[in-house]
């Protein structure tokens, strides 16, 4: 996704430290509590000053109203360290997009949240045989 | 205007990362946008090399051809579990897509 570049730093601003020592337990601890923001767009799982890190900012009303507007299936999660990533399939209205939702929960609340986006584009429009997944 | 030298954010510290597979990871990007070496191409990419990346091509030969693109990979954060590795981070312009830095994720 192309960026302006007074946009760049906000993009990427933040902590996530997919090295960080974490018990096993904790990490998948943190998926579990990705995976249910994903799939029930539960408010309870999101820390009260979340943080979207994007120009426009978001909070926990924007990641709702995020989640509850389109149908997502979830392809696959990584976690490590204190971070998870989620590759999501979506649907708006007609619009399909894969977006790669990248999260930071923190006492079981996700605190920070990145997102990046791009269309789907189809086998038969694709140079790979193998388009996204 | 080109926005290679454009202040960023402090990316990710190489010298922290101890996990062997995020180091082959970043290592073979690096070969490709930072050393442009096609050798280390045939060292980190196996042959038949499945890309994900809908506008780029499956097999090594098309990563040596990414060897001549003259943009770089500014990597701030990463996730590794399993068999996979995943960095969050921007491509720097000038990109095949123009004069903007490209948002990314690979996986």
Redesign the interface.
């Known amino acids: 996704m192309p960026i302006p570049a007074d946009a760049v730093e906000s993009f990427l601003s933040g902590g996530g430290d997919g090295g960080a020592d974490a018990a096993p337990t904790v990490v998948a601890r943190n998926a579990a509590r990705v995976r249910a923001f994903l799939e029930k767009a539960g408010e309870d799982v999101l820390a009260g000053d979340v943080t979207w890190h994007r120009p426009a900012g978001g909070s926990v009303q924007a990641l709702l109203d995020w989640r509850s507007s389109r149908e997502i299936e979830i392809r696959r999660t990584i976690a490590s360290g204190d971070s998870v990533l989620a590759q999501l399939d979506t649907h708006r209205q007609d619009r399909r997009q894969v977006t790669y939702a990248w999260f930071r929960p923190h006492d079981d609340r996700i605190t920070d949240v990145w997102m990046v986006t791009q269309d789907f584009v189809g086998e038969s429009e694709a140079a790979t045989r193998h388009p996204h997944f | 205007?080109l926005?290679i030298d454009?202040?960023?954010?402090t990316p990710l510290d190489r010298s922290?990362?101890?996990?062997p597979r995020?180091q082959r990871v970043l290592t073979a990007m690096d070969g490709i946008l930072v050393d442009h070496d096609e050798a280390a191409v045939k060292r980190d990419f196996h042959p038949d090399f499945?890309?994900?990346?809908?506008?780029?091509?499956?097999g090594a030969a098309h990563v040596k051809e990414m060897c001549a693109f003259e943009f770089g990979v500014?990597v701030?954060?990463?996730?590794?579990?399993g068999d996979?590795?995943?960095y969050?981070?921007?491509y720097t312009a000038p990109n095949p897509?123009?004069d903007?830095?490209?948002?990314?994720?690979d996986?």
């Open positions: 205007m926005l454009m202040a960023l954010p922290s990362v101890s996990d995020v499945v890309q994900h990346n809908p506008w780029a091509k499956d500014h701030q954060r990463y996730v590794v579990q996979l590795v995943a969050h981070g921007i897509l123009g903007q830095p490209l948002h990314c994720v996986v």
